[in-house]
C-alpha cells in the first residue's frame, strides 16, 4: 500500500508475557520513528532508525523494549516481560530525511493498540 | 516527557466558525509542525513552519510563530464538520530525532 502499515491493528497480552509489533514503512523512506501515545495523551518519541541503524533509543522507557530494523525497511518493537503500565498505542512514522536534522514530514501509520491485562 | 502544551485542551465550535488553537514549547526549535489525528487513526501532517518563519498559510490553514514567547498557533477558517479531529503542535530541535509533541486540543465541530 502507499502508507504506513502497522500490524497488529490491536494487540492483548497478559503481564509478563512478551509482544512484538511490526510496522512496514513507505518504501524508500529512510526514517523510521517508533512513538508511544497514551490515551488522552500526544505521542512521546521513543526510537529513530536511519535504514538500518537504530541512531536514537533515548526514549524507551526501560531495557524491556526493543527495536530493530535489519534491513532498512520493516521494523519490528518488542517488549519483554509486559506491564500494565506498557498499555498504549504505538504508533510507527517514516519519513524521507536522509540527513540527521534534515527534517521531512513524518507519515504515520493507524497504530497499535496494546492492552496488557 | 512531553514539552508542549496546547490550549485549549478541548474546543467546540459552531460549523462555519474559525478555531484557534495555541501550543507552547521549552527548548529551541529548527522547526515547530501540526498534525490532526482522527479517533483510532495515526496522525496526519498538517503545516510545517520554520523557525526563521513567522507566518504560514495552507489552504484554510494559518500558523504563526513566536520564537521570543516560544508559541504558536494555528488557525483554521470556515470549519467544518470533518475538521473535528485532535490538534497537535510538535517540534525538533535540541538535540533530539523524534518529534516532541504537546499534549493536544480536542476540537469539535458542530454541524
Known amino acids: 500500500g502507499a502508507g504506513v502499515s502497522q500490524s497488529p491493528r490491536y494487540k492483548v497480552a497478559k503481564r509478563g508475557q512478551d509482544v512484538a509489533l511490526r510496522c512496514d514503512p513507505i518504501?524508500?523512506?529512510?526514517?523510521l520513528f517508533w512513538y508511544q501515545q497514551a490515551l488522552g495523551q500526544g505521542p512521546e518519541f521513543l526510537t529513530y532508525f536511519q535504514n538500518e541503524a537504530q541512531l536514537d533509543k533515548s526514549g524507551l522507557p526501560s531495557d524491556r523494549f526493543f527495536a530493530e530494523r535489519p534491513e532498512g525497511s520493516v521494523s519490528t518493537l518488542k517488549i519483554q516481560r509486559t506491564q500494565q503500565e506498557d498499555s498504549a498505542v504505538y504508533l510507527c512514522a517514516s519519513s524521507l530525511s536522509a540527513r540527521r536534522g534534515q527534517w521531512q514530514p513524518q507519515h504515520f501509520g493507524d497504530g497499535t493498540r496494546l492492552s496488557i491485562l | 516527557s512531553q514539552q508542549g502544551e496546547e490550549d485549549p485542551q478541548a474546543l467546540s465550535i459552531q460549523e462555519g466558525e474559525n478555531a484557534t488553537m495555541n501550543c507552547s514549547y521549552k527548548t529551541s526549535i529548527n522547526n515547530l509542525q501540526w498534525y490532526r489525528q482522527n479517533s483510532g487513526r495515526g496522525l496526519v501532517h498538517l503545516i510545517l513552519?520554520?523557525?526563521?518563519?513567522r507566518e504560514k498559510h495552507s489552504g484554510r490553514l494559518r500558523v504563526t510563530l513566536d520564537t521570543s514567547k516560544k508559541s504558536s498557533s494555528l488557525l483554521i477558517t470556515a470549519s467544518r464538520a470533518a475538521d473535528t479531529a485532535s490538534y497537535f503542535c510538535a517540534h525538533s530541535g535540541g538535540g533530539a530525532d523524534g518529534l516532541t509533541f504537546g499534549k493536544g486540543t480536542h476540537l469539535i465541530i458542530q454541524p
Open positions: 518504501s524508500g523512506h529512510v526514517s
Open positions: 513552519i520554520r523557525s526563521n518563519e
